[in-house]
């Protein structure tokens, strides 16, 4: 029994080894889509650290494709900050990356995906993986409980880390390459996305529906994770609202929108809805990629629909 367990640990500290030589060897790609992080993060700061009031657009990749921040700003007089880079980091990772930044005067708005609006906050997924090893500072936004889970999460990421690297460097030996539109380049200094590739659609119904949480009622998880982020901006003289997303008419439910709204009109608490999301559906043809990536076209006419419906909010 004692060999045997000599022999695990042997086994266990080369395999440690390996995986610490292969983080030290294999540096992180900085020029990956989700790296962009740190551009955001770099801008908030910045914002921060002016003590001037700001706006901070927070979402998935919703509002990455589909905000244009530079109208908001003109619109608004604020200068402006598009946090937005993807759905799969999950929305407490998202409000525990601003919950520190409401200072009085700023404006918060906040725009979930549907599926963030319904699904319970669960155990991290591949793209928070990829995200911590371009941008390692998100471990402080991942929920990891007590402290075993803190550390059952700390081992799986390294390993996930370690896999994604291997993987990466052989594709590229292989002599395969990402040509699309997710990379760190293509975030402007707003935050927000552009590349000539959304000028057209090439949109075609995804997986994703809407009608899948057709008799359900959004998450205790989000309720709770929303009314605590509004409750601190309140606290400090700051205001938040909720932006529903702009979605392909393809993927739209009528029913399941109606029934969001009115669950969170009735347990959402001291943040307001800004816009009715029926108003949202545009023609699949305004979609890059996904029923929520806008093109050039979408974004523009998200963004003056956008303005138009918070100007009376903050008119006040």
């Not at 700023?106 to 906050?121: A, G, H, K, R, T």
């Not at 390993?159 to 052989?170: F, G």
């Not at 002599?175 to 760190?184: E, H, L, Q, V």
């Amino acid at each position: 029994m004692i060999k045997l367990l000599i022999r695990l640990g042997v086994v266990l500290g080369v395999v440690a080894v390996l995986c610490l030589a292969i983080l030290k060897v294999i540096p992180a790609n900085q020029q990956a889509y989700l790296a962009g992080l740190n551009d955001k993060q770099a801008r908030i700061d910045s914002l921060q650290a002016s003590g001037q009031p700001k706006m901070v657009l927070v979402g998935g990749s919703n509002v990455a494709f589909g905000i244009h921040s530079g109208m908001m700003e003109d619109a608004f007089g604020l200068p402006v900050v598009n946090m937005a880079i993807h759905a799969g980091l999950r929305y407490e990772y998202m409000i525990n990356q601003i919950m520190d930044y409401p200072s009085q005067g700023d404006v918060f708005l906040i725009f979930p995906e549907y599926s963030q609006m319904y699904d319970p906050i669960s155990d991290a997924g591949p793209i928070i993986y990829q995200s911590l090893d371009v941008f390692p500072q998100g471990f402080q936004y991942v929920h990891q409980g007590n402290a075993y889970q803190q550390l059952k999460f700390r081992a799986t990421a390294t390993a996930e880390i370690v896999q994604l690297k291997v993987k990466t460097t052989l594709g590229k030996l292989a002599g395969m390459s990402a040509g699309n539109a997710y990379k760190r380049k293509v975030f402007d200094r707003y935050g927000d996305i552009w590349t000539p590739l959304t000028l057209e659609s090439r949109y075609k119904a995804d997986d994703k529906h809407m009608d899948r949480n057709a008799g359900k009622l959004p998450s205790e998880d989000f309720i709770r994770i929303t009314n605590a982020f509004a409750e601190k901006a309140a606290a400090v003289g700051a205001e938040a609202y909720l932006v529903y997303p702009a979605i392909a008419e393809a993927k739209f439910d009528a029913e399941v929108a109606r029934v969001t709204r009115e669950d969170l009109r009735n347990r959402l608490q001291g943040i307001e809805m800004v816009n009715n999301p029926a108003d949202y559906v545009y023609p699949n043809t305004l979609f890059f990629d996904t029923k929520y990536h806008t093109t050039q076209d979408g974004r523009v006419r998200r963004t003056e629909q956008t303005i138009g419906d918070l100007r009376p909010f903050l008119a006040r």
